[in-house]
């Protein structure tokens, strides 16, 4: 715990610094000169008189009112306040007193201005309708910065380590430069690569597909957009980095990007690799300009893929290579082109070990598993998007993609099962060896026609997709079940798949408005048609010809599926100043069907369901926000769960699906509140989240004495999860250098799960909590600490007697620390402990796990050198419990250890006339 001590005696050593500048409070209320009705969202701030410096600002209310709080050791000041359509307002005031009341100030009427143009602004923050526009010269950063380390300098932005964006509580999802994307959905190849000296305002949006944007609809509320726009002057030349790195046990690294801006034509090419799990945008101080995983997600062939990029991969030691290229132009003034294409190739192995004790109504058993994984994965992943502007009110929209993954894997396994009492009961190992080939196709088109100004449109939408899947596979196994009757199964086949998927869906919306641009009526019509088809030829191995062709009816497929899908809907929209609201209906038609070809079986079941939709959004103030909604949704079982076919490919474990089963319904209803005072820099966020489902689609599972399983599949009611998250954060402002943040968090969990466990059935009962606090103290352009401690409690409760509750504890504590003097040296550490008393004995507890980074900038920081320490305790490790209805787990599996790597960079940038930086014009104070 000396850590901790040491950042508790530095936070009280900064924050004697607390009270050095003369707080002042400035009042008043703002109207309109001409109707005299309050002006809501005014733009309020304070400038010193002789450098123009930024002292503070706020937004007023929906009375107009507000209050300027501040400190500075200045005598006069400047106060501005400026409205989109109004004239600004200047004036000198001297801080005689520490408390001023301007009274009421009207605002006359711009007649120069045009709709959404603030003549002249100067403001930091702009309210814009729906959008929050700061404007960079505002706000005081290093003279390097790139976007990330000027979006944590704006109000109510939070930028996670992992670059994952937040504004006001709500995650960025979408970065555009000018209004079109940048090397394709990844954001912090954005954040992490253009410099804020060629910004010159951030705005902030809600998401919007191209369509709901040209249509005139609301987004969701839940997921914001960021728009970067270039300073005109800056739009043009070339700018980028290249780096390497080389490190012990042969670790490396290497990435570079190059980007050339010409007005509204943009070319940007990067390529990487390593040999350190990263996808290849982001390493050591590199990583700040290359991006990084915001979110990572795993398919079954063992690729991964990060904000939709495609890379391959797997867990383990991953070897990574990756190039890009993304194209974006204007080629009239009607359409736009954005193109991309990215090649991921992975090398990766692992080794995995688990220990899991599984949980009967009338016994326990135990079962281990070792496990070793060689993969290597190559994809290639194009993506065209072509936006047509045939004029003002019709648009159409093209998105083509196609994928093509190649993949080659081994794959080797023991497993063994033991009763109470320590008696084997079974053993098996088995070793594949596959290739497998992946090509895919899809093409959305979105067409969007305009009626007259009052919010009418005519909207089509399809969309179309083909995927074909080929494997071959080698598989060898030998399982032993022991007991009263032994028996060994032995295999030697090989296995050729054929998989294909086809899907084409329409919808078509016509939007009639009730009340000119504020009330509408959406009737809808959509429809679905999904084709799968199934076909694998399994080849025992002949011991007479020595061929692989003793054909193996009961493991081989040939399956047609069918699933057809009528939709016709309304909806009734709201569109208001501060209020929105929509409430909507459909009704699902769908049919079905199932052909098993090799067995001459065949069935078709209809179904019908509603399906209801609404949400409210309420804006209290450009500070605070109310949403809610409710969604009723309906899911069909999958086709592995209908068909009525025994699936015997592992001999522990046979099963056979059920036609019978019903779609599931599932009821969904969230609500959350955010409010940020841009005044106080206090934010409070909240989301709750109650999901039931009636009709869900369960696993019923037969064990015998030997623990070898028949499972088939039931719907069950009863299954419901409450989860919520709420946060609080406060920054505190000592003087013009250092700033102190605080955030205290709270997630819960609560989740029931219905399921069967040898034929009886129970309820599972979830409980989990984990608060969290947060601290950071920054002194600009001296250091940073950002300690943070987290404790998660977990309970399990089972509605039958035969099953023992259980309770888990894990601590987490992180310390982030980044000091950057002696001048052009930054040192950054990455502290974590974590510790898990509940695992099981052989299995490590805690750790420690501690990376620092070194990095010195030379050539006026162009160039830089870092010098790198993964593991600089030696202590790596990815032990954890998994805890389910009927099972507790214990795994490991292989991790990166301890490397030092020296690495060196360089950067250039001929944007603008010389590609010189450019200056702020005022700071924070």
């Not at 159409?396 to 093509?404: A, E, G, R, T, V």
């Not at 053993?427 to 088109?445: H, P, Q, V, Y």
């Not at 009704?587 to 098993?596: G, P």
């Not at 509750?805 to 982030?816: A, G, K, M, P, S």
Request: aromatic share 12%.
């Amino acid at each position: 715990m000396k850590i901790q001590q040491i950042t508790l005696l530095g936070i009280l050593f900064f924050c004697s610094f607390f009270l050095q500048a003369q707080n002042f409070s400035i009042n008043g209320q703002i109207n309109d000169a001409e109707k005299r009705t309050p002006i809501e969202a005014a733009t309020v701030y304070v400038e010193a008189v002789k450098d123009s410096t930024l002292i503070t600002y706020t937004i007023s209310d929906a009375k107009g009112n507000f209050q300027l709080l501040g400190n500075t050791p200045r005598k006069e000041v400047k106060v501005f306040i400026s409205s989109i359509g109004y004239q600004p307002y200047f004036k000198k005031i001297k801080l005689t007193n520490p408390k001023i009341d301007l009274g009421q100030i009207n605002l006359d009427f711009a007649v120069e201005s045009l709709d959404e143009v603030l003549v002249k602004s100067r403001a930091p923050v702009t309210i814009k309708k729906d959008t929050l526009e700061f404007n960079v010269a505002s706000f005081k950063t290093k003279k390097d910065a790139n976007v990330e380390d000027l979006l944590k300098e704006l109000p109510g932005v939070e930028v996670g380590d992992d670059g994952k964006i937040r504004v006001n509580g709500k995650e960025v999802n979408k970065i555009l430069v000018n209004g079109k994307p940048f090397f394709g959905d990844d954001p912090t190849i954005a954040t992490r690569n253009l410099t804020k000296d060629i910004v010159d305002k951030i705005q902030v949006t809600d998401t919007k597909t191209d369509a709901e944007a040209f249509a005139g609809e609301e987004g969701d509320g839940e997921n914001k957009t960021i728009n970067i726009t270039i300073q005109e002057d800056k739009n043009k030349g070339t700018f980028g980095r290249v780096a390497a790195g080389i490190g012990t046990d042969e670790r490396y690294e290497a990435a570079g990007i190059i980007n050339y801006f010409n007005d509204d034509q943009r070319i940007s090419v990067l390529m990487g690799g390593n040999n350190i799990n990263s996808p290849g945008f982001s390493f050591g101080e590199i990583r700040k300009m290359f991006g990084g995983a915001r979110s990572m997600s795993v398919n079954d062939s063992g690729a991964f893929s990060i904000d939709g990029i495609s890379f391959g991969g797997g867990e383990g030691i991953v070897t990574s290579r990756n190039a890009g290229v993304n194209y974006t132009d204007d080629l009239n003034n009607k359409i736009n082109v954005n193109a991309n294409y990215f090649y991921g190739s992975t090398d990766s192995e692992n080794e995995r070990l688990s220990e899991r004790e599984n949980i009967l109504p009338d016994t326990r058993f135990f079962s281990t598993s070792s496990s070793n994984s060689i993969s290597k994965i190559d994809n290639h992943d194009v993506n065209i998007g072509f936006d047509i502007k045939v004029d003002s009110t019709f648009l159409i929209n093209i998105k083509p993609s196609l994928k093509f993954i190649t993949s080659d894997s081994r794959f080797q396994s023991t497993d063994s099962s033991s009763d109470e009492n320590g008696v084997q009961l079974n053993r098996s190992n088995l070793f594949t060896n596959s290739e497998r080939l992946d090509k895919r196709f899809t093409n959305d088109i979105d067409i969007t026609k305009r009626f007259g100004n009052r919010g009418a449109f005519l909207k089509v939408n399809t969309s179309t997709g083909f995927n074909n899947t080929s494997s071959d596979e080698f598989l060898q196994s030998n399982t032993d079940i022991f007991g009263d009757l032994p028996e060994t199964l032995s295999r030697d086949q090989f296995t050729n798949t054929e998989n294909s998927f086809t899907s084409w869906y329409a919808n078509i919306t016509y939007r009639h408005p009730l009340i000119s641009k504020k009330v509408f009526l959406d009737v809808s019509y959509s429809y679905r048609w999904d084709v799968r088809e199934n076909l694998e030829s399994t080849f025992n191995f002949n011991t007479v010809t020595q061929e692989y062709d003793d054909f193996n009816e009961d493991l081989s497929t040939d399956f047609r599926f069918i699933n057809t899908r009528k939709t016709p809907g309304a909806k009734l929209v709201y569109q208001g100043k501060k209020l929105s609201a929509s409430v909507g209906t459909g009704y699902v038609f769908r049919t079905l069907e199932n052909q098993d070809k090799l067995r001459g079986i065949e069935f078709e079941q209809d179904f019908d369901a509603i399906e209801l939709n609404g949400r409210v959004n309420y804006r209290f103030s450009p500070k605070a926000s109310l949403y809610t909604g409710y969604q009723l949704s309906n899911r069909p079982p999958d086709i592995s769960q209908l068909q009525p076919f025994q699936d015997v490919s592992n001999p522990l474990n046979t099963i056979t699906g059920n036609p019978n089963l019903k779609p599931s319904n599932e009821h969904s209803v969230y609500v959350g509140f955010n409010d940020y005072d841009f005044q106080k820099r206090s934010g409070f966020y909240s989301y709750f989240n109650i999901r039931a489902t009636n009709d869900k689609v369960v696993p019923r599972t037969i064990i015998d004495e030997n623990l070898v399983s028949n499972t088939t599949f039931d719907n069950v009611n009863g299954d419901y999860r409450i989860y919520g998250s709420l946060s609080k954060s406060k920054s505190y402002k000592i003087d013009s250098l250092r700033t102190i943040k605080v955030g205290l968090g709270l997630y819960g969990n609560i989740n029931r799960i219905v399921n069967f466990n040898n034929e009886i059935q129970y309820r599972t009962n979830t409980t989990s909590l984990t608060p969290n606090l947060s601290f950071t103290f920054t002194w600009k352009n001296i250091l940073e600490l950002r300690p943070r401690y987290s404790i998660s409690f977990t309970n399990t409760t089972y509605d039958i007697d035969l099953f023992d509750n259980r309770d888990f504890l894990r601590h987490d504590l992180w310390l982030r620390t980044t000091t950057f003097v002696p001048k052009n040296l930054e040192w950054s550490n990455d502290i974590k402990y974590n510790y898990n008393p509940d695992v099981a004995a052989g299995f490590q507890r805690s750790s420690w796990f501690w990376n620092t980074t070194v990095a010195y900038s030379l050539w006026k920081k162009k160039a830089t050198v870092t010098l790198k320490i993964y593991d600089l305790l030696n202590q790596n490790n990815n032990a954890r419990r998994i805890a389910t209805s009927n099972y507790i787990e214990d795994a490991e599996s292989t991790v990166l250890q301890q490397y030092f790597m020296l690495s060196f960079s360089y950067k250039f940038n001929s944007l603008g006339k010389k590609g010189e930086v450019g200056k702020d014009n005022f700071f924070f104070d």
